[in-house]
């Protein structure tokens, strides 16, 4: 089990740009979440995923970003236009269900918006 | 909505020495989850222990347990003999029935000293 793996690591980009980050959960979670983690708000649940339909978006914090679940293996996290206030570490993480089981993180990345 | 509170932004403890990390929350449920996570300087989220709240019998996993009050609505994890791998930011979190997705609070920065 390799685990939940997102790409990449870090990214640089310039104001204005278009970003795309991926991730691939464990295979057989049937639940796939999406976290943004800043120094002044911690944590925060963006968008969340069951059998790759959309449950909950209302984290999203406006039009530039979306997600999308387009098999079992795979979702993207993309925001265009990016702004410097994107800044900030990005999580997927994945869980099996049943209910109440405890998420699986990915090693982030790290989003510089410049 | 649930909310999560770690008033301790940073703490400090000295290696082999014992330590609390306090977190409260605020819900209306009487069947929920709690965890806590450790997110060492490699970004990795970890996760260290889990309460189901039905459970009266607080959670113990090694060097770490919990005191788990439900009526005070307070979850603190206790490092024992902690170890300079215990070095990292601790998150509590909350899951309310039905595997909805965590709730974080801000978290604590602990440092274990030689």
């Known amino acids: 089990d390799a685990g939940v793996i997102q790409s990449p690591r870090h990214e640089v980009t310039e104001m204005g740009q278009e970003v795309t980050l991926r991730c691939k959960p464990i295979s057989g979670h049937d639940y796939l979440f999406w976290y943004r983690q800043t120094m002044m708000r911690g944590l925060e649940l963006l968008i969340y995923?069951?059998?790759?339909?959309?449950?909950?978006d209302s984290g999203m914090p406006e039009d530039r970003f979306s997600a999308k679940m387009p098999n079992a293996s795979f979702s993207t996290l993309k925001i265009q236009p990016s702004e410097p206030r994107d800044s900030a570490v990005y999580f997927c993480?994945?869980?099996?269900?049943?209910?109440?089981?405890?998420?699986?993180f990915g090693n982030g990345t790290r989003l510089t918006v410049t | 909505a649930q909310t999560v509170t770690q008033s301790q932004p940073e703490m400090s403890v000295q290696e082999a020495e014992t330590v609390t990390l306090s977190c409260t929350y605020d819900t209306s449920e009487s069947n929920y989850y709690l965890f806590w996570y450790k997110q060492p300087p490699s970004r990795q989220m970890i996760l260290v222990i889990r309460q189901e709240a039905y459970k009266q019998q607080n959670a113990t996993e090694n060097r770490f347990s919990v005191n788990f009050q439900k009526a005070a609505k307070s979850f603190s994890l206790k490092i024992s003999d902690s170890q300079l791998g215990d070095t990292a930011m601790y998150f509590c979190?909350?899951?309310?029935?039905?595997?909805?997705?965590?709730?974080f609070g801000k978290g604590t920065r602990l440092s274990v000293i030689a």
């Open positions: 979190a909350f899951m309310r029935a039905g595997n909805t997705p965590l709730v």
């Open positions: 995923f069951n059998n790759n339909v959309p449950i909950d």
């Open positions: 993480a994945s869980s099996p269900g049943p209910l109440n089981s405890p998420l699986h």
